[in-house]
């Protein structure tokens, strides 16, 4: 780890986020993000940050991605009214691994808030890394819940970046891929999305290397497809070149990490062997190129796992060396037998091969090779309007107003920003327009 640094880290946390819970069974714990708090404070990390609680934005804001009808059914749903809404229930993919449960709006708002608020803090200038672990949740559609995700809060950081950034860098080390931030701005060269995912018979079910984008967006597109049991030293020969590759052709002014820790060995759900140190390295990495970054939390299905992992890289960003002693806190038997920060990985085979990867990794650098290098086009999101995927609301990304800078003292506030644009009205041009 690197020793430590001046780095300006702002971190959005709202304690009502260990309040929400799925149903039984269900392995999405929104616990979790307590969980890694409660170690944050615990390690006196918290010292080193500005700890913010986000302003829950508004449903007007979500509809920058998201479609109105989507959003509004949403904020409706609940347990008691379910069976009043079977077709909506039906069209956006709402009851099985997205379920409908108490306070579904309210946790969609608070995740998503503390990503679009640390996206704002990032615009102004006032931070160089934002950490918000409840966000990340990267499989949400336009008009669709998907992946145990409602609305997409990588998509939705992503355009505020873009109010100020010429190009905006989205990598996914989530062992899912990210199909919902690739769809999203896959016809547009001011978004470059980079996933490292597992493939084949796996969910999504997406990310064949040979998705490299459309239209405008060809080339930006980047997906690297593995295999059962990646382990630290594979990952690491893999993310540090293409990642390097990525940042000299595509030089972002803003990246967007979404760090799923579902990759991690041991997970619930997951099939890859990174320990602790290999899933960090990809944090390290990223900030020693020192351009604002947006860190995200996301999958991560094995309780006592995830909080290890978010909190390790909490320190990682902060340049801090932690104890390996897990200190005590509120959830310490939840770390038993060892109450250690790290965990050894298994001995699982890795079915990667040196040769897979090197073939692979060569596929990725030849379309490296064509990124435009001088950005100029439309966002298009989504894809041809359908009943599953209905005409957005349009909005036009503007630039800070005076209304804006007159609240610059108060950064807290920052978040509701966006409650203070305009009505949108919807016979505008769904895009980004350059001038």
Not at 126 to 137: C, R, S, T, Y
Not at 296 to 313: A, D, I, K, M, S
Request: aromatic fraction near 10%; glycine fraction near 8%.
């Amino acid at each position: 780890m690197t020793t430590k640094d001046s780095r300006r880290v702002s971190y959005f946390y709202d304690a009502e986020v260990g309040n929400y819970h799925y149903g039984q069974g269900h392995p999405m714990k929104p616990h979790r993000v307590r969980m890694t708090h409660n170690l944050v404070v615990n390690y006196g990390l918290y010292r080193r940050m500005e700890v913010f609680r986000p302003n829950h934005v508004s449903p007007t804001a979500m509809t920058r991605f998201h479609s109105d009808d989507y959003i509004n059914f949403l904020r409706v749903i609940t347990p008691d009214n379910m069976q009043d809404y079977i077709r909506q229930l039906q069209r956006f993919n709402v009851g099985e691994d997205c379920p409908v449960f108490d306070g579904l709006f309210e946790f969609c708002q608070l995740y998503t808030s503390g990503s679009i608020g640390g996206a704002v803090r990032l615009n102004d200038n006032q931070a160089d890394a934002v950490i918000n672990w409840a966000g990340g949740l990267h499989h949400a559609k336009k008009a669709e819940a998907s992946g145990f995700c409602y609305v997409n809060d990588c998509v939705l950081a992503i355009l505020e970046l873009l109010k100020k950034h010429q190009r905006v860098l989205y990598i996914d080390i989530d062992i899912h891929h990210g199909d919902g931030v690739e769809e999203a701005f896959y016809c547009t060269n001011r978004v470059m999305t980079v996933s490292f995912h597992k493939f084949g018979e796996y969910f999504p079910g997406t990310g064949d290397v040979l998705d490299v984008g459309y239209g405008e967006g060809k080339n930006c597109a980047i997906n690297f497809p593995l295999n059962d049991g990646m382990d630290d030293e594979s990952y690491k020969k893999i993310f540090r070149p293409v990642i390097g590759k990525v940042m000299e052709v595509f030089a972002p002014g803003a990246v967007v990490l979404q760090c799923g820790a579902d990759s991690l060995s041991g997970d619930r759900l997951g099939c890859f062997n990174l320990s602790l140190k290999g899933h960090a390295d990809c944090v390290e990495y990223v900030k020693s190129f020192n351009v604002p970054t947006l860190l995200l939390g996301g999958g991560g299905y094995t309780l006592r796992n995830v909080p290890r992992c978010w909190t390790y890289e909490t320190a990682v960003m902060l340049g801090e060396d932690v104890k390996d002693e897990l200190p005590f806190n509120d959830y310490f038997e939840y770390f038993g037998p060892d109450h250690r920060l790290h965990l050894p990985v298994s001995n699982m085979e890795n079915l990667n091969s040196p040769e897979y990867l090197e073939h692979t990794m060569i596929q990725i650098m030849e379309v490296l090779k064509n990124v435009e290098p001088v950005p100029g086009c439309q966002i298009q999101t989504g894809q041809v309007e359908s009943q599953l995927n209905p005409r957005a609301l349009n909005v036009e990304i503007d630039e800070p107003d005076t209304e804006e800078a007159a609240i610059d003292d108060q950064p807290d506030k920052r978040v509701l920003l966006i409650q203070l644009t305009q009505e949108l009205s919807r016979d505008m041009t769904w895009g980004l327009k350059i001038n």
